[in-house]
Structures are given as structure tokens and as C-alpha cells.
């Protein structure tokens, strides 16, 4: 099919040749992005809803829904391959933007009908609405042990561009690098984070990220 969405060729998504031959040629040869997506949307197994507490805001708070799915395959092909959710980044942050609404249009519905089935506890589900509307919502791999073992000289994914800044004098572009480079092959959901949302239900004025930012960090390092 047609699609406006990127995908990287293998000289730039150069992934390693120590993968597993069947799953190297998966995430070299996947489906459009949009396919992707809608294979998601259609293999959705569980999900779960909770309210997250800002750590340095304490009186902020935003949904965090994870999205578990049949296979872990999906979301191999969502995070790793070369027409994925970080390949759309790396061919811009505004692409990389298209691509995140893409992802929350095809399964915020099923975040908002889970709270309808199940409110939250002791917070306004206008709250809880304000956070999930917000243009600030994204979505991204569940982040786990992978990320906590990540090893510092993994090399499994070396796009030019990230590990050109491998070597950066700021360390929190050093680790984010190092996160990019990593290709979590066995995490079977996403995460969706709404907004932070104040004691009065407002957005939060200044978030600890802004979609900007948050874009630009996964258009040149692969991570955030």
C-alpha cells in the first residue's frame, strides 16, 4: 500500500547481523507503519489503567494505560523495524509526531472504554479525561528489565545519526544513545501516558518534557 509514513533503508537501519536470520529479515522487511498500527489495534489481549503521581509535582498526576498484545512480534515490528515508530522519528520529529497520533487514535478508544467499565479510584474521571485529551499523550514500548540490563556496548541497532553522538559530552545523551541502540525483542506491550493534570484538573503548565523535546530526543538518539 501507499503510505506517507518512512522506511529506513539498511544502510542507515543497520541492524545486526547476529540476530536471529528470521528476525533480522522481520524487522528489515516489516509492514507499513499503518499495518503495524492496525495490527495492534487488532490483537489488543489486556489492558490496564492507572493514575501516576509526578515525582517531583506531587499534587500532578496523568493516566498511564498499558496496552498488552498477543504477540510480542507487533511490538518488535512497533519499536525495532525500519518502518516502526522510531524510524518515523528518525525521518523527522514532525513525521515521528504524525506517527504517535496514528498509534493513540487507533487505541485511546480502548483506553477510554476501559475507564467508562472501570473509573478510577479517587480521581475525577474529568481528570482523567483531561489527561487523555491532551496533545501531550504519546505512546512507547513498555520499558522493563531490558532497559534496566541494557549493556553499554550492545550493538544491535547502529543507525549512523545516534551513534554519531555516542561519544557527546552530555551523559544524558550518552545513556540515550545507549538505550537506542537496543532491540527489545520480547516485550508484548505499550505504554500510553496522558498529560499531567494539577489538583484543579488543568494541564500542567511546564511538564518535565515537552513533545518537542520528547521528538527531538528520538529523532537523534533513538531514545527519551
Known amino acids: 500500500m501507499s503510505t506517507r509514513f518512512a522506511r529506513q533503508s539498511s544502510e542507515v537501519w543497520r541492524v545486526?547481523?547476529?540476530?536471529?536470520?528470521?528476525?533480522?529479515?522481520?524487522?528489515?522487511?516489516?509492514?507499513?507503519?499503518p499495518d503495524i498500527v492496525h495490527q495492534l489495534s487488532t490483537t489488543?489481549?489486556?489492558?490496564?489503567?492507572?493514575?501516576?503521581r509526578a515525582k517531583k509535582l506531587p499534587d500532578h498526576h496523568r493516566i498511564s494505560a498499558t496496552v498488552?498484545?498477543?504477540?510480542?512480534?507487533?511490538?518488535?515490528?512497533?519499536?525495532?523495524?525500519?518502518a516502526g515508530y522510531r524510524a518515523q522519528f528518525l525521518s523527522s520529529p514532525a513525521l515521528g509526531d504524525e506517527a504517535n497520533a496514528l498509534v493513540i487514535a487507533a487505541l485511546l478508544p480502548h483506553v477510554l472504554h476501559r475507564l467508562e467499565q472501570f473509573p478510577l479510584r479517587r480521581w475525577d474521571a474529568t481528570h482523567a479525561q483531561t489527561s487523555l485529551r491532551s496533545d501531550a499523550i504519546?505512546?512507547?514500548?513498555?520499558?522493563?528489565?531490558?532497559?534496566?540490563?541494557?549493556?553499554?556496548?550492545?550493538?544491535?541497532?547502529?543507525?549512523?545519526?545516534?551513534?554519531?553522538?555516542s561519544k557527546d559530552s552530555d551523559e544524558r545523551v550518552r545513556r540515550r544513545v545507549r538505550y537506542g541502540r537496543q532491540l527489545p525483542g520480547n516485550t508484548d506491550a505499550i505504554v500510553i501516558k496522558g498529560a499531567w493534570v494539577d489538583a484543579l484538573g488543568s494541564p500542567a503548565s511546564s511538564p518535565p518534557k515537552s513533545r518537542s523535546e520528547r521528538s527531538d530526543h528520538i529523532h537523534r538518539d533513538g531514545f527519551t
Open 44 to 52: 489488543i489481549r489486556a489492558l490496564a489503567v492507572r493514575r501516576e
Open 16 to 33: 545486526s547481523a547476529l540476530l536471529p536470520k528470521e528476525r533480522r529479515g522481520m524487522l528489515l522487511n516489516p509492514p507499513d507503519f
Open 68 to 82: 498488552s498484545f498477543e504477540s510480542a512480534r507487533t511490538v518488535d515490528q512497533f519499536h525495532n523495524s525500519c
Open 138 to 165: 504519546k505512546a512507547w514500548i513498555r520499558q522493563g528489565h531490558w532497559l534496566w540490563h541494557a549493556r553499554g556496548d550492545c550493538e544491535e541497532l547502529l543507525v549512523p545519526n545516534w551513534i554519531a553522538r
